[in-house]
T-cell receptor, first 116, second 115 residues
Framework: DAMVIQNPRYQVTQFGKPVTLSCSQT?????MYWYQQKSSQAPKLLFH???????NEADTPDNFQSRRPNTSFCFLDIRSPGLGDAAMYLC???????????????FGAGTRLSVL | KQEVTQIPAALSVPEGENLVLNCSFT??????LQWFRQDPGKGLTSLLL?????REQTSGRLNASLDKSSGRSTLYIAASQPGDSATYLC??????????????FGSGTQLTVLP
């Protein structure tokens, strides 16, 4: 059974039209991440939540925002998508804290975003 | 700033061969290193994680080694099968708090195992 679930798997939006991608998890992990992966490139971290603490990467565009209303759900909002935002968006989770050594990240299947 | 490199970018081998994928990183003070598999258009599946104090980890036909001092890791796949065809990514983590928690990924090696 999928433990990190991303919806939808494929999303098409128009240039400048806001879009929201969703991620849910059944692992009860306290950390959730959003990555952007363009074709044949490495995944690039956009931001992550450690519990409710939001951590934005310095080079993440202001166009990208995130919400985490509870432990299980996390959303990626793209306010005004441009053509350059077309990519695979990956959500991941991990359990982190004192005494937890490994901190393996578990990934969802991703949402492929197309911008027309 | 940590940089992770994977060479070659693509590799084709006949079925049954043993093969090695390479990963190098510029800052050797890593916390751990993780190998992932990614099938086309799919998310990432964690294969092996090596803590900075470990030299290797094994899972089935996979063996990952870590040489922290030289900034290198290898993923050894024994008796390759067509089902092993995928992109393999390595990622390093620098610490356990703040921005150090993030993974820095290589661009991956696209493996094709020919039947």
């Amino acid at each position: 059974d999928a433990m990190v679930i991303q919806n939808p798997r494929y999303q098409v939006t128009q240039f400048g039209k806001p879009v929201t991608l969703s991620c849910s998890q059944t692992l009860n992990h306290n950390v959730m991440y959003w990555y952007q992966q363009k074709s044949s490139q490495a995944p690039k971290l956009l931001f992550h939540y450690y519990d409710k603490d939001f951590n934005n990467e310095a080079d993440t565009p202001d166009n990208f925002q995130s919400r985490r209303p509870n432990t299980s759900f996390c959303f990626l909002d793209i306010r005004s998508p441009g053509l350059g935002d077309a990519a695979m968006y990956l959500c991941a989770t991990s359990r982190q804290g004192q005494g937890i050594a490994k901190n393996i990240q578990y990934f969802g299947a991703g949402t492929r975003l197309s911008v027309l | 700033k940590q940089e992770v490199t994977q060479i070659p970018a693509a590799l084709s081998v006949p079925e049954g061969e043993n093969l090695v994928l390479n990963c190098s990183f510029t800052d050797s003070a890593i916390y751990n290193l993780q190998w992932f598999r990614q099938d086309p258009g799919k998310g990432l599946t964690s294969l092996l994680l090596i803590q900075s104090s470990q030299r290797e980890q094994t899972s089935g036909r996979l063996n990952a080694s870590l040489d922290k001092s030289s900034g290198r890791s290898t993923l050894y796949i024994a008796a390759s099968q067509p089902g092993d065809s995928a992109t393999y990514l390595c990622a390093v983590r620098m610490g356990s708090s703040g921005s150090a928690r993030q993974l820095t990924f290589g661009s991956g090696t696209q493996l094709t195992v020919l039947p």
